[in-house]
């Protein structure tokens, strides 16, 4: 069950080397947990307890945010934009994949083979430095990468993006990647494993169900840099539905195909959507723990408010959570699975 955690935070020196001091009079809370892109914290403080004190020796990119929730470390990340106020102190950070933003690809590179090997070797470059010396982020230490079963061809130039462009851009397709702390996880279409079913009553928000026929194509053509790949056809029941894709830095017609192929296995049919509000809020007694709200985990929803009663697996993309003297809210957005995942029949255990 989820229930109401209790929290603390603190910070640390780079990759949680060393305690800078424990955060105390902490009058708000906030973080999140990201599908494909960077997650946020936020823990503000205010003037009478002893960690303000020590405050006026942390700076950005050397210092770190980390949360617990009860006895369980739930989030971390490099501090940037810290705020001192004349009542309170806002400590603002972001996820690891903030370094990678910063850190750029240097060489021109043709490579071959699974979305996930070669997302892998564009973090082995970016984060080993021009002088040699070794990755200051922690995260090729905590790299957790899982194949996708998508095979490519990419071509990159020196210095045109950095590392978190191109891993956005590789997050397009079939891979996947969240920051769990300083652990980066790269995934494909078998997503992370399946929480319990929630229901409507774990809810505090309402649900409606939706036929989401702009979800739905017949054939996906990718135009990559000089070549053209295809999959699918005119449907004999739905007819002909396009879907193109651009991502020039595909360079075979192998990978073209491959991940036109992997879209339209995910849009052959118009799904039937439990549609959850973004930022929906759980119930306390929602028959889910903390640590199993992980992006790429699919979590079936049964619906049955609505003139249709459907029972969807959903993937859980976005995690926020905020705390304040007044409680825990946890909110979570959920996306039909086909989407992110190419098939709705994702299963595994994630840990």
């Known amino acids: 069950m989820l229930g109401c955690g209790?929290?603390?935070?603190?910070?640390?020196?780079?990759?949680?080397?060393?305690?800078?001091?424990?955060l105390d009079d902490v009058v708000f809370g906030m973080w999140q947990r990201i599908l494909d892109g960077t997650s946020q914290a936020e823990v503000e403080v205010g003037r009478n307890g002893v960690c303000c004190r020590a405050l006026d020796r942390i700076v950005p990119w050397r210092h770190e945010l980390v949360i617990w929730r009860d006895h369980e470390q739930v989030w971390s990340g490099p501090l940037l934009d810290p705020e001192y106020g004349s009542s309170s102190t806002v400590l603002r950070a972001r996820d690891r994949w903030a370094w990678l933003d910063v850190h750029a690809i240097r060489r021109d590179m043709e490579l071959s083979g699974d979305y996930t090997d070669i997302a892998v070797t564009l973090l082995e470059h970016a984060l080993t430095h021009p002088d040699g010396s070794e990755d200051e982020t922690c995260i090729l230490a905590n790299l957790d990468a899982r194949s996708t079963g998508v095979l490519t061809d990419v071509e990159y130039k020196a210095y045109q993006r950095s590392m978190g462009a191109e891993l956005r851009n590789l997050v397009r397709g079939p891979l996947n990647a969240t920051f769990l702390g300083r652990r980066l996880v790269l995934f494909g279409p078998q997503g992370l494993g399946r929480t319990a079913m929630l229901q409507d009553k774990n809810f505090l928000d309402d649900v409606t169900v939706v036929q989401d026929g702009y979800g739905m194509a017949t054939r996906v053509v990718v135009v990559g840099d000089g070549v053209i790949g295809s999959c699918g056809g005119t449907d004999p029941f739905w007819g002909l539905i396009e879907r193109i894709i651009t991502d020039n830095t595909i360079t075979s017609v192998r990978g073209a195909e491959a991940l036109a192929c992997a879209e339209l296995s995910a849009a052959q049919h118009p799904p039937m959507v439990v549609s959850v509000p973004n930022g929906a809020r759980l119930s306390q007694q929602a028959p889910v723990s903390i640590s199993e709200l992980v992006p790429g985990m699919?979590?079936?929803?049964?619906?049955?408010?609505?003139?249709?009663?459907?029972?969807?697996?959903?993937?859980l993309t976005r995690l926020q959570v905020q705390w304040d003297s007044s409680g825990e809210q946890v909110a979570v957005t959920l996306t039909p699975g086909g989407e992110l995942f190419g098939s709705n029949n994702v299963g595994g255990d994630f840990g």
């Open 298 to 315: 699919v979590v079936p929803v049964w619906s049955s408010r609505t003139c249709r009663t459907v029972n969807q697996d959903l993937v």
């Open 6 to 22: 209790t929290y603390r935070a603190a910070i640390f020196d780079r990759c949680e080397s060393a305690k800078v001091a424990d």
